[in-house]
């Protein structure tokens, strides 16, 4: 098993606009398993859902719509359920049981990583594409040693670690690890760990190359 002990977290910006509904599906689902591997980013929703309700009331002279409050609070408590649900390997995460995946995924891929239906995306990548409507929801596992080619976004690309690790222009990220990137930023992931690094992505805009052919990020967006 995993250990599961977060060092990359939601940025601020993240948390007010989670806390107020208005992250793209995409990026609040990745959140979400973030902030469910995660308590101290749970404290920190909480703490600005309140005070992103405090505003609201200030600004409107008015409550906030009734019951959405209590929705919220239920969503982290539904997440709090399923703290630091550490993942074997994906060899052994039959074994594990069926709650092997974070409770926030479950409705987009099921309980378990066992028997996953891993579709071919390059050399040693394979995907998941989820539906939700706007914008693109992805697990990916990828082998180790393989990389993703450099790319920067038109949009946000948040990414959250499951199993095992990955180094970018932006550091190391390893299980429960989250990564928020924007417009501006550009990376190429590399796989750090001796398992296969299994990641859920959301995007809410393209991708784009740079210095590689469009058709090497191609299998990123075709289901
Ligand atoms: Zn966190």
Known sequence: MQAVNPRHHLGE???LSYAAGALPAALAIVATTHSSMCMACRRQLRMAERIGGGLIALQHEAAPPAGA???ML??????ASSAAPALGSFEDAAAVGPDTLPVP????FGRSLAGLPWRWMAAGMQGIRAG??????LMLRVAPGEGIPMHGHHGS???????????DEFGRFSAGDLAELGTDDRHRPVMASDMPC?????LDGDLHCEGCSPQALQPLFVA
């Open 74 to 79: 239920a969503r982290l408590d539904a997440c």
């Open 69 to 71: 409050r209590e929705a």
């Open 105 to 108: 995924l479950h409705p987009y």
């Open 132 to 137: 939700i409507g706007e914008g693109t929801l």
């Open 157 to 167: 690309e948040f990414t959250c670690v499951l199993q095992g690790a990955y180094d």
């Open 13 to 15: 910006a993240t948390l």
């Open 198 to 202: 299994i990641c859920i992505v959301g």
